[in-house]
Antibody
Framework: QVQLQESGPGLVKPSETLSLTCTVS????????WSWIRQPPGKGLEWIGY???????NYNPSLKSRVTISVDTSKNQFSLKLSSVTAADTAVFYC?????????????????????WGQGTTVTVSS | SYELTQPPSVSVSPGQTASITCSGD??????ASWYQQKPGQSPFLVIY???KRPSGIPERFSGSNSGNTATLTISGTQAMDEADYYC?????????FGGGTKLTVL
């Protein structure tokens, strides 16, 4: 079955850019939406954004100015860059797959939930 | 921005029914999903499209959504169901999560 694995530095300095990669194994990255979600220590989930395999993206408005998500279909990977990080960005970062089914709402397409998640990777922002 | 509100905690006795609510403006006009997260683990989808269970999710998990409230119901709650539960919906092309509810089985 499909598995996701996050990778990247566990420690990032303040003001620098956090970079993470999610590798998709056991299935193709094509025809799905792929998200990044984070969870600060002891807190709830926050959606960062998604990318469709074709490259179209959508970001959380609260993070949009600092976030870039990209995809490499040849490597079955997608990546996250979060710039100008502060201690408030310390969190467990998860990658996840949008489910195969969804619905159209106006001009938007919304998938029904995220059905495959990576194990998560902890990123600490500290000097 | 859109908000989903969940009670911070819910307690239930083994074998009884647990109900976890998720409130948001006109939430019934959207589709709700629910995730279970156990300590040290990733979230896991247990309900999508308000009422549907992914393959492998026990029948004791069910969902509903009407008006301003979506509800996750766990019938015959087991000790293994003790976890944090998060609701999720879409609003204005953005994924929104509730704050989470800690379910204690005691």
């Amino acid at each position: 079955q499909v598995q996701l694995q996050e990778s990247g530095p566990g420690l990032v300095k303040p003001s620098e850019t956090l970079s993470l990669t999610c590798t998709v194994s056991g299935g193709s990255i094509r025809s799905y939406y792929w998200s990044w979600i984070r969870q600060p220590p002891g807190k709830g989930l926050e959606w960062i954004g998604y990318i469709y395999y074709s490259g179209s993206t959508n970001y959380n408005p609260s993070l949009k100015s600092r976030v870039t998500i990209s995809v490499d279909t040849s490597k079955n990977q997608f990546s996250l860059k979060l710039s100008s990080v502060t201690a408030a960005d310390t969190a467990v970062f998860y990658c996840a797959r949008g489910s195969t089914s969804g619905y159209n709402y106006g001009s938007n397409y919304y998938y029904y939930g995220m059905d495959v998640w990576g194990q998560g990777t902890t990123v600490t922002v500290s000097s | 921005s859109y908000e989903l509100t969940q009670p911070p905690s819910v307690s239930v006795s083994p074998g009884q029914t647990a109900s976890i609510t998720c409130s948001g403006d006109k939430l019934g006009n959207k589709y709700a999903s629910w995730y279970q997260q156990k300590p040290g683990q990733s979230p896991f989808l247990v309900i999508y499209q308000d009422t549907k269970r992914p393959s492998g999710i026990p029948e004791r998990f069910s969902g509903s959504n009407s008006g301003n409230t979506a509800t996750l119901t766990i019938s015959g709650t087991q000790a293994m169901d003790e976890a944090d539960y998060y609701c999720q919906a879409w609003d204005s092309n953005t994924v929104v999560f509730g704050g989470g509810t800690k379910l204690t089985v005691l």
